[in-house]
């Protein structure tokens, strides 16, 4: 994990960053709300860009930012994204990078995505939480596959705490895990063993006992 201790400067950057991503919310919701009468399509592209904007702000103000790799591993057609939960980056950056990486497809203009958090809440970097059965039965129900993506944000912008680390998060999307003619625990227990493989590899906390 990144020791490096909290300092003035890094509390003042953290401070800068705070500021721009608390004023900016009632804008954009503002925007989004006059929207309304817009499809989803384009109420969903000005909210995501304040996703986009805060991340670049996070990058300049405090020296954080993300690398995503197995965007390759991505479906073309609409599906469930299983995510680590660690901090509010990942609430920020799945948006950005799923909303990017995807647009354009023709088939995702009659589908939406939808991000689960299967542990519920978030989890401090190196311990796991229970993961629940709930989207592994929306994915059971629908048909849709799972996409299960892992991220150390934890280490870097802490769930709890003020100061945000610089560095690069790293992001990793696996395979995408087939859901139909599948029961909702065995998707779950696929999810779940590739997330925590992932996890341990590349987490610098050692792992909770």
């Known amino acids: 994990m990144n020791k490096q201790p909290a300092t003035a400067a890094g509390f003042i950057r953290s401070s800068l960053f705070s500021i ?44 954080l930012s993300y690398r995503v790799s197995g965007a390759e591993h991505i479906p073309r057609e609409t599906a469930i994204i299983f995510s680590k939960h660690q901090s509010t980056w990942e609430t920020l950056a799945l948006q950005a990078i799923f909303q990017l990486i995807t647009q354009g497809r023709q088939r995702l203009e009659d589908g939406r995505w939808v991000v689960v958090f299967p542990e519920g809440t978030r989890i401090t970097p190196g311990q796991k939480g229970r993961y629940r059965i709930g989207g592994a039965i929306l994915a059971e129900q629908s048909g849709h596959p799972i996409v299960p993506v892992a991220h150390n944000a934890g280490e870097f912008w802490p769930r709890k705490g003020f100061i945000k680390r610089p560095g690069e998060i790293q992001v990793v999307i696996g395979p995408a895990i087939p859901s139909q003619g599948r029961a909702a625990a065995e998707i779950l227990k696929e999810a779940e063993t590739w997330i925590e493989d992932t996890m341990a590899q590349i987490s610098n906390v050692p792992k909770a006992r």
């Open 20 to 63: 721009v991503f608390v004023t900016t919310i009632p804008i954009f919701a503002l925007l989004t709300v006059l929207c309304f009468p817009f499809p989803f399509k384009v109420r969903y592209a000005i909210a995501s860009r304040w996703a986009l904007l805060n991340l670049w702000w996070l990058k300049h103000s405090c020296g």
